[in-house]
T-cell receptor, first 113, second 117 residues
Framework: ETGVTQSPTHLIKTRGQQVTLRCSSQ?????VSWYQQALGQGPQFIFQ???????GRGNFPPRFSGLQFPNYSSELNVNALELDDSALYLC????????????FGQGTRLTVV | AQKVTQAQTEISVVEKEDVTLDCVYE???????LFWYKQPPSGELVFLIR??????QNEISGRYSWNFQKSTSSFNFTITASQVVDSAVYFC??????????????FGSGTRLLVRP
């Protein structure tokens, strides 16, 4: 067990709605990254937060946004949900630095209907 | 462009067989890191190994071993004497250092390993 916890585990939303996913990072880790994993594919980087600021973003539209709190926990918000947003959303916490090992949570399975 | 290719979509072996999972990567960086992760049905990605681009020594950890070859841009993973509990999806990943000093993991599409009793 990595110590990274995500909530909720599963979620069903309707197209057009908004969703907030939560991540509690491993103790001592100040960097949180979010990934989207569509069925049968590898995870795709959404964005990264370091010390409460966005620190890098992947190829995702602005309706994907996030926050990091002083305790380094994080939220991922997705507005105007589309059917293609259905995926497993993974949160990873780490120390900063390219070679740092990222510890992943169990993910939130989002289904958009 | 940075890219990770896992050409094997699915591999099925009988317990106790050896199996090798292939990983080929592309990067412009001279310093980079390579990773292997295991994803069991529960969904959580489990870290297996990290290797930096300056260390080409092969590594063995129990039944697992890794062969890193910069000349062929490959980082292959071998499981010796496979067990049913090894059944999972395995991902190879490259750490991409971005211009703003942030970094991200670039994952391959994964190889699903099924170990049959």
């Amino acid at each position: 067990e990595t110590g990274v916890t995500q909530s909720p585990t599963h979620l069903i939303k309707t197209r057009g709605q908004q969703v907030t996913l939560r991540c509690s990072s491993q103790s001592g880790h100040n960097t949180v990254s979010w990934y989207q994993q569509a069925l049968g594919q590898g995870p795709q980087f959404i964005f990264q937060y370091y010390r409460e600021e966005e620190n890098g973003r992947g190829n995702f539209p602005p309706r994907f946004s996030g926050l990091q709190f002083p305790n380094y926990s994080s939220e991922l918000n997705v507005n105007a949900l589309e059917l293609d947003d259905s995926a497993l959303y993974l949160c990873a916490s780490s120390f900063p630095g390219q070679g740092s090992e990222a510890f992943f949570g169990q993910g939130t399975r989002l289904t958009v209907v | 462009a940075q890219k990770v290719t896992q050409a094997q979509t699915e591999i099925s072996v009988v317990e106790k067989e050896d199996v090798t999972l292939d990983c080929v990567y592309e990067t412009r960086d001279t310093t980079y890191y390579l990773f292997w992760y295991k994803q069991p049905p529960s969904g959580e990605l489990v870290f297996l190994i990290r290797r930096n681009s300056f260390d080409e020594q092969n590594e063995i950890s129990g039944r697992y071993s890794w062969n890193f070859q910069k000349s062929t841009s490959s980082f292959n993973f071998t499981i010796t004497a496979s067990q049913v509990v090894d059944s999972a999806v395995y991902f190879c990943a490259l750490s991409d250092l971005k211009m703003d000093s942030s970094y991200k993991l670039i994952f391959g599409s994964g190889t699903r390993l099924l170990v049959r009793p």
